[in-house]
Nanobody, 134 residues
Framework: QLQLVESGGNLVQPGGSLRLSCAAS????????IGWFRQAPGKEREGVAC????????TYVDSVKGRFTISRDNAKNTVYLQMNNMKPEDTAAYYC???????????????????????????WGQGTQVIVSS
């Protein structure tokens, strides 16, 4: 059964760095697109970054370009979000999610799309809290 677990959230000072991890069980993450999202109190959920299946490319929201990097370690079945030069406006709950797949019975299987970041995100982790404050 597909399960995603985020970790790495913490309190960090402005200008500091954090690395978030999204570890998966029940699926091979390399076969899917993985996105990082965030939601600040009182705000809508925002897509932050996405890495396509089989490393077919990455995308970022403009506000994090040049500061955040999404990557995978296929051997560890884990996707990371490296966050540098962090700002108070980065404060939010961060979630990872899977796209480019579909449920059938108890299993989760890849679609035939190339990248996957343009497909529905239909499996989510429980989130990890990031606070940027002095």
């Amino acid at each position: 059964q597909l399960q995603l677990v985020e970790s790495g959230g913490n309190l960090v000072q402005p200008g500091g760095s954090l690395r978030l991890s999204c570890a998966a069980s029940g699926v091979t993450l390399a076969n899917y697109a993985i996105g990082w999202f965030r939601q600040a109190p009182g705000k809508e959920r925002e897509g932050v970054a996405c890495i396509g299946r089989s490393n077919s490319g990455t995308t970022y929201v403009d506000s994090v370009k040049g500061r955040f990097t999404i990557s995978r370690d296929n051997a560890k079945n884990t996707v990371y979000l490296q966050m540098n030069n962090m700002k108070p406006e980065d404060t939010a709950a961060y979630y990872c999610a899977v796209a480019g797949g579909f449920y059938r019975g108890s299993g989760y299987y890849p679609t035939t799309g190339h990248n996957g970041c343009d497909e529905d995100f239909n499996a989510w982790g429980q989130g990890t809290q990031v606070i940027v404050s002095s």
